[in-house]
């Protein structure tokens, strides 16, 4: 029986002069993800708020399964994991259970993570916003999630809007997840404006919002 996609919103915390090395390693991680049977995104890019050698990274498969079990059963996930902990390039505790790999976890609950029509849509330099909405209730989200889905469909044709994707937070009931791409920086500062009005809108049923930005350098969307 098949079921919603599975992404993971992923923030790797990382010591300074991190950054040049985790370009190396994304090599083979996202080569490896190309060839995956459950895998179809996989895409990372440096921190923009004020951490330059954090990564942050959306990964998406079309069964949990291909993130818990087949993409850390691969044998070059396992080699570049040890060069990452030979490294050391995480910021507070090494080892793939540590804190500073800082993950969500989602169903895709609407929006759209590319457009056909978009001569640019596999770009590896696009610029990205991370919008969580934390509702005030959890009996609220579906509300949230709905008014996420609706500014997704107002906004698809918006030229510069690449990505509006909406996520459905699987351990936290209170948050959904906008995650906005756009063709370069100065196209969301373009658009952001249209978010701020809805963050606005969104007030009366949020406790928090946080918005995190980071530059896109490597990796695929939407294979499967």
């Known amino acids: 029986m098949s079921g919603p996609r599975f992404f993971v919103?992923?923030?790797?915390?990382?010591?300074?002069?991190?950054?040049?090395f985790w370009e190396k390693r994304l090599v083979g991680l996202c080569g490896v993800s190309e060839t995956e049977v459950l895998?179809?995104?996989?895409?990372?890019?440096?921190?923009?708020?004020g951490d330059p050698d954090t990564i942050w990274g959306l990964e998406g498969y079309t069964h949990p399964a291909g993130f818990f079990l087949?993409?850390?059963?691969?044998?070059?996930?396992?080699?570049?994991?040890?060069?990452?902990?030979?490294?050391?390039?995480l910021k507070n505790v090494q080892g793939l259970g540590?804190?500073?790999?800082?993950?969500?976890?989602?169903d895709e609950a609407g929006g759209f993570l590319t457009k056909k029509?978009?001569?640019?849509?596999?770009?590896?330099?696009?610029?990205?916003?991370?919008?969580?909405f934390w509702t005030t209730d959890a009996s609220k989200r579906s509300e949230l999630l709905s008014e996420l889905n609706a500014f997704?469909?107002?906004h698809k044709s918006v030229d510069t809007l690449q990505s509006a994707l909406v996520l459905k937070a699987i351990v936290i009931p209170e948050l959904a997840t906008l995650w906005i791409r756009t063709k370069t920086q100065a196209d969301y500062k373009a658009f952001e404006p249209e978010l701020a009005t809805?963050?606005?809108?969104?007030?009366?049923?949020?406790?928090?919002?946080?918005?995190?930005?980071?530059?896109?350098?490597?990796g695929h969307l939407d294979l499967k």
């Not at 540590?98 to 989602?106: C, M, Q, V």
């Open 9 to 20: 919103v992923a923030r790797v915390i990382s010591r300074k002069g991190a950054l040049p």
């Open 39 to 49: 895998g179809g995104t996989y895409y990372w890019g440096q921190d923009l708020n």
């Open 70 to 89: 087949g993409h850390v059963s691969s044998d070059i996930f396992k080699h570049e994991m040890k060069l990452v902990d030979a490294d050391k390039l």
């Open 98 to 106: 540590s804190p500073d790999y800082d993950l969500y976890h989602y």
């Open 117 to 132: 029509e978009d001569p640019d849509k596999d770009s590896k330099t696009s610029h990205v916003a991370v919008y969580h």
């Open 152 to 154: 997704a469909d107002q």
């Open 198 to 218: 809805l963050t606005k809108k969104l007030a009366p049923i949020t406790a928090k919002v946080e918005v995190n930005q980071s530059r896109s350098f490597i």
